[in-house]
């Protein structure tokens, strides 16, 4: 086992050097088939030699092997905090000093693993496709745990750029390593979040469900209550309010218990609001946004989402100078390239256009929407379509899209 993390620094530090085998080989004085094998931990040298090739690193050999058992220990509880969801700047603060050590003590695998699970899980900017790479070209080194985290979060990634198919084949081959049962919740999480924004909302119940039971069963209450919150927003999406309204609420009660910061509470504020609008309660909208905390009103007022829905609001309330207000403000912030339509169809409704304009800039929404495979966006749209048709004797499409909007539910 020491034979393959020695071989992975090695080679970490080589690639990250951008020194070729060969040439380390020649800098060193050995024979480029055994600094191969010593680098797949498939060959232990003398001494003397591996301090030749650590010092051709810029490395210190004794230094970098002491300091191995440290980094990964820290790299445990780094994990650990960020599974149990620590404040970012703490998680950023330990990320920073092991980062700065490492360039002391040279690479390893589990380093550039927890970067690669911060950035997706915080999803900062980062070049992903780099590290993925890099920890690819030692994927034979890890150990059962690591390549565990690996596929896991190589999957994670697939979901980000929109390859579901992908994803949940990483997190299915992460899941054939069972190493670790907090490590199969959080699998089981992903799965679930990646089937309910595919639509595959069974699928979606039946991971996240599992994911909440291991997640609580080893007393990861944090991340049982970020289950509870996607099994509201599957509610949400198949059209069972009232049960997503009385989870959100239950959540954000609970996230307020565990002291979680206002970008957290984000994405149920941000639902609760919708809830307003797609149960048709506009008058309700307002109080329910005042009732969040004051750090959680700031931020979503920053946000663009915020002014989608007070355009919808105000519109609905007849009150055309705050609407168009909100158009501006929304158009200002908006880097959604679906919820644009939206913006553009109240903008023609207040100067009064007419239905056909109106209803070729729904249709637009409608395919840009089925792109994203987020269905329960379709059912306002869909609404205001059957409202725009509602004076033609085109019953025929009336009827196509009466269908549609029945069809997104369980």
Known sequence: MLETQVGAIIRLNRIHQNISVRGLAEIVGIEYSQLSKIERGMESSNPVTMESI????????????????????????????????????DLIS???????????????????????????????????????????????TMSLMQ?????QYQGFYQFLKGDFDDAIQKLEEAETFYMDASNLAMISYQKGVIYAKHGDFLEAFESLGEAK???????NYIRSAFCSVCIANIHLMTGKYHKSRILYEEMLEVYHNFGLGPEDKLIICNNL??????MEEYDNF?????????DVRQLMEKCSQYFYYQMMVAYHKDDMALCK???????????DPVHKYMAKYYRLKIDGAESEELIKVLDHNLKAIEKTSFPASNRVVLKLMLKEHQHSNDYETLYKYALKLCEIKM
Request: negative net charge; glycine residues 0%.
């Open 213 to 219: 039971r291991l997640f609580e069963q080893h007393h």
């Open 273 to 278: 609001l919708y809830l307003c609008i797609l």
């Open 286 to 294: 307002l109080p329910t946004f005042e009732s969040f905390d004051e």
């Open 147 to 151: 390549r565990q985290v690996f596929k």
């Open 54 to 89: 650590f010092e051709a690193l810029d490395l210190n050999y004794h230094q970098t092997m002491d300091y191995l058992p440290s980094c990964i220990n820290k790299v445990h509880k780094l994990y650990h905090d960020i599974l149990y969801r620590k404040p970012k700047e």
């Open 94 to 140: 330990q990320l920073e000093a092991l980062n700065e050590e490492s360039h002391k003590m040279g690479l390893t695998t589990p380093l550039l693993l927890i970067n690669l699970v911060f950035n997706l899980l915080w999803q900062q900017p980062c070049e992903y496709d780099i590290l993925i790479t890099i920890l690819s070209k030692v994927d034979d």
């Open 325 to 335: 207000k909100a158009i501006d403000q929304f158009e200002a912030l908006n880097q």
